[in-house]
């Protein structure tokens, strides 16, 4: 079944400005990784963030994560043309054979 | 050089018809899966090999066989292909089967008609 889901759905932005992408789950989870997704390609993987941090940094990317809350957040600073892109967010269960259950994705259009 | 590759990139095909889609990886991983992701963008997880051996199987029609010759193989055949099979197939890695970072295929654009 579906673990997360991303929202917006779509978000449209000027170069420079931020973009901020949730993501929220149903149940305890081991990791939530962020992916991202460019037209026509695979996904590519962006940060993991464990269920026992809640920020992370990587560039230009942030990610927090609130388990109490069930969520996780994804914020892109000084966007650029080049994250035009779907993100995805995906979570690992806690036990057994893992394999992550991605959300729906966000659609982040970047004009320049 | 290319991490997880995957043929063919598109295969346009009549209902009926098999088809095999073949992955390899040369990350050196021991799991390998099956993603489809349809026209909506979602993705979900078809089949999941770790050193062979078939660990996750998500209710995929038995139309729908995997194999895997080797750790760095997984080909995914599909038998009396229907229109609803149209989608992105993704063969992807991850070094065991525990909670890693995901190497997904560029996918193979499949489409029934």
């Known amino acids: 079944s579906q673990q997360g889901e991303e929202d917006p759905q779509a978000l449209s932005i000027q170069e420079g400005e931020n973009a901020t992408m949730n993501c929220s789950y149903k149940t305890s989870i081991n990791n939530l990784q962020w992916y991202r997704q460019n037209s026509g390609r695979g996904l590519v993987h962006l940060i993991l963030i464990r269920s026992n941090e809640r920020e992370k940094h990587s560039g230009r990317l942030r990610v927090t994560l609130d388990t109490s809350k069930k969520s996780s957040s994804l914020l892109i600073t000084a966007s650029r043309a080049a994250d035009t892109a779907s993100y995805f967010c995906a979570t690992d269960a806690p036990s057994g054979y893992s394999t992550l259950t991605f959300g729906k994705g966000t659609m982040l259009l970047v004009s320049p | 050089d290319t991490a997880v590759s995957q043929t063919p990139k598109y295969l346009v095909t009549q209902m009926g018809n098999d088809k095999s889609i073949k992955c390899e990886q040369n990350l050196g991983h021991d799991t390998m899966y099956w993603y489809k992701q349809d026209s909506k963008k979602f993705l979900k997880i078809m089949f999941s090999y770790n050193n062979k051996e078939l660990i996750i199987n998500e209710t995929v029609p038995n139309r729908f066989s995997p194999k895997s010759p080797d750790k760095a193989h997984l080909n995914l055949h599909i038998n009396s292909l229907e229109l609803g099979d149209s989608a992105v197939y993704f063969c992807?890695?991850?070094?065991?089967?525990?909670?890693?970072?995901?190497?997904f295929g560029e996918g193979s654009w499949l489409t029934v008609v």
């Open positions: 992807a890695s991850s070094p065991n089967s525990r909670g890693n970072t995901i190497y």
